[in-house]
């Protein structure tokens, strides 16, 4: 575990990194952020949590990190041991954890639950999806602190690298640890003409890490999409997009998987995971 400090005193806000060591884009933001030497205004812990499988790019060593929490000093597990640790460290913090996905290009938040703190963080985010786990997040980190966890795109790309970097930057200036990027104007004149920067599209708050409130769509897990054993699969759903009962979702081999009701899949492709495609959920709402 590498751990960064920046600013003076007691860190009340922390950035994870890398928490499966097959998902480098959290400590290729982390180090950029790091590198650029910025000012804060308010201390910062920044960690890239599982060194060892990431210089061995495996997922674990000995079992998921991020199923490992509350963790064990004392385990036999490496990654029990350091769940122990980085618990330790965002103790008493506002976390955010940062990960990556097979499943969806997009960024996208998800948190135990909406409560005050990810309310008033998550619309300051250049994400336009945050998902509820509900029951699904047993050993999770999210389960463990105040802790916003993000995909910041797709696993080992360079787009999920440039996206975790500008995440970092939104929730250090949503959480007050940096200043908010000033817009430049004509000079002031009022009725004048904003200048390229001002009138940016929303796209480009991810570029330049402007955390302009806006409203976003509240997903929540509902149940796992089981997976069987084959050589092939497929998916055939899309992400955040209603699947009707009676649609086909997802193959296995020459299986068919039908839906038996209305659900949104989540975290859904064909090889992200060993043994479920993913998770239906529901969409409960927006924010703010």
Request: hydrophobic share 40%; net charge negative.
């Amino acid at each position: 575990m590498r751990i960064y400090e920046l600013g003076d005193g007691t860190p009340e806000v922390s950035v994870v990194g890398s928490i499966h060591g097959d998902e480098p884009c959290g400590a290729r933001a982390i180090e950029r952020f790091v590198a650029e030497d910025p000012d804060v205004e308010r201390p910062v812990k920044l960690i890239v949590a599982n060194e060892e499988a990431l210089a061995a790019d495996e997922r674990y060593l000995d079992e998921d990190l991020n199923r490992a929490f509350p963790g064990d000093p004392n385990a036999e597990s490496h990654e029990r041991r350091l769940a122990h640790d980085l618990g330790r460290e965002v103790r008493g913090t506002t976390a955010f954890s940062i990960h990556s996905t097979q499943s969806y290009a997009e960024p996208f938040a998800i948190v135990d639950t909406v409560d005050a703190i990810s309310r008033s963080i998550l619309p300051r985010l250049p994400v336009d999806v945050a998902v509820e786990t509900n029951h699904f997040a047993e050993g999770r980190l999210i389960e463990h602190a105040h802790t916003i966890e993000v995909e910041a795109g797709l696993q080992k790309s360079d787009e999920a690298a440039d996206n975790a970097y500008w995440l970092i930057r939104a929730f250090l200036t949503a959480t007050n640890a940096l200043p908010a990027p000033a817009i430049a104007s004509d000079g002031g004149n009022d009725g004048g003409a904003p200048d390229e920067t001002a009138s940016q599209t929303e796209d480009d708050r991810l570029k330049l890490g402007i955390p302009e409130e806006h409203s976003l769509d509240v997903f929540r897990l509902l149940e796992r999409l089981p997976k069987p054993p084959a050589d092939q699969y497929e998916v055939h759903a899309t992400n955040f997009e209603p699947v009707s009962a009676g649609e086909t979702f997802a193959r296995a081999d020459a299986e068919q998987f039908v839906a038996d009701r209305d659900f949104y899949p989540i975290l859904l492709s064909a090889y992200g995971y060993a043994d479920i495609f993913g998770y239906a959920g529901e969409k409960v709402g927006t924010l703010p």
